[in-house]
Structure formats: structure tokens, C-alpha cells
């Protein structure tokens, strides 16, 4: 059984069939239910699963704790320790809660901002391309708490199911591959005092990720200390060599 130590490796279902020593002499569709099997016997969790995708499909192989709710603890943790390199704050993902605070009384509709959404959109990115983070909605810049509650106020979000739901389509729909893309993302909600917030947990994915959102080009976004970067031509060389370091680094072994 080759050691699974670090925080994720990378592989795919040949690779980890190989690696695992499943069932050599079995057939292919054997070999994908003993995969699934071994892996949920052993707590790891595979990412897009077994049963998504084909063979040859780069696959992030993780300890079902880094998919699994933080306890709240940690969120206590990360909020007291303030945002960096793999953690960040948004008040919102679909309203302008600055213009809502200063402008109460307009149509529910003109709160709603696309700059906010690609903000947070561009925060999502640079953790999928970097090494993953956790983004925490529903949280101010200085930590404290404020909820969900302004994003409640637009029908389409109304409440935490149709909010997810409305995450996710975003996510589809401004992403390059986007379906794909939601399998690195896990969505939970959690109380902080009066206040309901959501927890992105987000991992790193082995294939680049684009987001394209209005009339912009897809973008490349990284992380930087506590920022998140638009990446031109120069940079991205950098970008693109530690990235094909660091997934050799996460192979299966």
C-alpha cells in the first residue's frame, strides 16, 4: 500500500488501481467498486469520485478530513487568526451590503452586484489553483460576524438551500469546466451567534482553473499572501512551473 501522508496526492484510476494493487486480473468495472470500497474503508476521499469522469481523468486523492465540517473550533481559530495565504473573509456573494447599509429602502434587486460575486468568484479560484483555502461568507474584513441574511433578501436566495444552489449554478456557469469544478468545493453552513455564515472549503485542483466573468476573457487568479492576483503573461510562467512542481510532488507513490 503506497503511503498516503501528505495533505492530497494525485492520480489516476490506472495509477491508483496500480498503486492500491486492486484486483489486477479483474475487469475494469470490478476494479472501480473495489476502489470505492478500499477507499471508503481506509477514510479517503476521491475527488471528482470513482464513478465520475474517465480512466485517464487527473483525480485529487484526499483524507476524508479535508472535505469533511469543520468543527467550531476551528472556524473560532481562523476567524481570531484573520485572513492570509489559504483563508478569507466576504460579507456577501450576491449583495452589495455597503450600499445597502448606506442606501436602505430601494428595490431589493439594486443591491444585488456583480463586482461582489466576481470578487468572491476570484477568491474561489486562486484557492482551486493554489493550495486550497477556506473562504468564510457571511463574515466581515475585521471577523466579525454578519450572516447570511442580506443575501436571504433576493428571492433566487431566499434561503440557505436556494443560496447554495445559486453558488453552485455561479460556479458552473463562470468557470471553465465548471461542473467539474464544484467537485473541489464543499459548501456548509454554520451559526456564529445570532448569525448563520457559509464554510467553502476548497481544495486544490490538479488542473488549471479560468474563470471568465462578464465580458473579460477566462482569467487566471492566484493567491498571494492575503490577496488574490490577476495573473498576466509573465507571471503566469511562474505560476504554471510551481504548479507542475508541486503536482509532481503530490503523484501517487
Known sequence: MPAVVRRQCVATFRELVLAFRILPDA??????????????NSGLVLIPPIFEGDLDTPRTLVFSTETSALADSEITSLIQEGEGNRVEFKSTFFIDLKKLRNAPGLP????KSDDVTHSAMKTIAAFLNCDG?????????????????SDHLLPATSNEDKWQLAVRSTIESHFKDGKA????????????????????????RPTTVYLKFGNEPHVLYARNGNRTDKLDISQAEDFFRLKWERLQNTRVT
Do not use: M
Open 27 to 40: 475487469g475494469v468495472l470490478e476494479q472501480i467498486q473495489a476502489l470505492a470500497d478500499f477507499l471508503d
Open 181 to 204: 469544478i464544484n467537485a473541489y468545493v464543499t459548501i456548509d453552513f454554520r451559526s456564529l451567534g445570532d448569525h448563520r455564515i457559509a464554510v467553502f472549503r476548497l481544495l486544490p
Open 108 to 111: 431589493v434587486k439594486e443591491y
Open 133 to 149: 483555502g477556506t473562504l468564510l461568507v457571511g463574515v466581515e474584513d475585521d471577523g466579525e460576524p454578519c450572516g447570511l441574511v
